[in-house]
């Protein structure tokens, strides 16, 4: 997946290579454990309570004092202790929040540092994200296409 395509010296060379690759729009469905799929309004509520987590997650950072030894996990744990969910669904939902972003960090939360954990923010890249259904792979096959190697 390339996330971010503004800019994105990536992007570039899969546009330049012609690449195959899909746009991922906004709209993900969320499917619960049994196969159904939640409703916007649960999924929309969930977002928002993770969102608020997260928020008051990197407020904690000013009022904590050791701050530098609390994982982000710890601090969510926290904020999110005493919410009471609508529903089984929408817990599940924030439990989903959860998971997608320790997938975007590449590790558990409670492994990620709560000062730090989102100092890369500004150098983000933003667009659309990509689906490169031949992985990233085909980019190295496209350019190494007409390269001569040989050996002995």
């Known amino acids: 997946i390339v996330t971010g395509t503004r800019g994105s010296p990536i992007a570039t060379l899969v546009r330049q290579l012609g690449v195959a690759h899909h746009r991922i729009g906004d709209g993900c469905p969320l499917f619960d454990a049994g196969g159904a799929m939640v409703s916007t309004r649960v999924d929309a509520r969930a977002h928002g309570v993770w969102n608020r987590a997260l928020e008051a997650a990197a407020a904690l950072r000013a009022k904590l004092p050791d701050v530098d030894n609390v994982s982000l996990g710890d601090a969510m744990q926290r904020?999110?202790?005493?919410?009471?969910?609508?529903?089984?669904?929408?817990?599940?939902c924030v439990a989903w929040n959860w998971a997608n972003l320790e997938y975007a960090v590449a590790s558990n939360?409670?492994?990620?540092?709560?000062?730090?954990?989102d100092q890369d923010d500004p150098h983000?890249?933003?667009g659309e994200h990509w689906l490169l259904p031949d992985g990233y792979a085909s980019i190295v096959r496209r350019l190494a296409e007409h390269v001569d190697v040989r050996h002995e």
């Open 124 to 126: 983000g890249i933003d």
């Open 109 to 117: 939360l409670d492994r990620i540092s709560l000062p730090h954990w």
């Open 79 to 92: 904020v999110l202790a005493d919410y009471a969910y609508e529903s089984d669904v929408e817990r599940r």
